[in-house]
DNA sequence: ATAAAGCATGAACAATTATTCATATATTCA
DNA sequence: TGAATATATGAATAATTGTTCATGCTTTAT
């Protein structure tokens, strides 16, 4: 007895079920993909890779990394939200000044991953 | 003799000015940074991180995967062309079928990284 | 109190990008 | 040779997103 599917998206036929079927079961839930790719958008954006760079090297408040990197203080505000919000940055007040730091001691061996790739 | 800079962009004032030249003088070159957040933003996409996690339990061809992520075959092949141009995945003809794998051993490091620093 | 400085944020705009659709190429098979 | 299958790709569309601009909040200093 054949096998009749119909397949939804897919404009082509499964060739190789066995492998397929294999791998399936061995995905991870779809969420922590998506999780994932989420995390790794954010350090996909030069400004927040320069930004994280910068914070591991140093403390610093957002008028400094708004001129380190040559932008408004507008638009680092923004990215800092961003970094927040995934957990990569911290930040603390001091009077009117507002310090933000590493949050995440992984940040570094990302980015040398990262970086090994590039150079080869 | 105090110091009177115009600053570009920024439209607040250096406040540790000290702090920012010697992070200034530690940050990577513009384009390091650059091809950094490239990288990064090629694993940013749950489609490619479906790819790329299900390349690595096997090699597979463009039907396969586009069965099992429930995709079109145009778009899985679309980003089978950004993750090979990146040097991520690799391929090899056999026939009329083009099987992919992964190229790069850190592919599973970086998915590993990631990992960690979603479950804290 | 009022001004000024540091920072945050909503809305608008511009740019990027993932997917779809149509079609082209290459290989196998009858 | 012609049909069918596997894959690639250009163009168009839709959605996402980074920056700017204007403005609001908070704290300090006068």
Known sequence: MFKMQTIDRCDCNVIHEDIVDKVKGKMPPEESLYDLAELFKVFGDSTRSKILWALDEAEMCVCDLAYLLNMTQSAVSHQLRVL????????????????????????????ELGLKHINE
């Open 84 to 111: 927040k919000q995934t957990k990569l940055v911290k930040n603390r007040k001091e009077g009117k000044i507002v310090f933000y730091s590493l949050e995440d001691e992984h940040v570094r061996q990302i980015f």
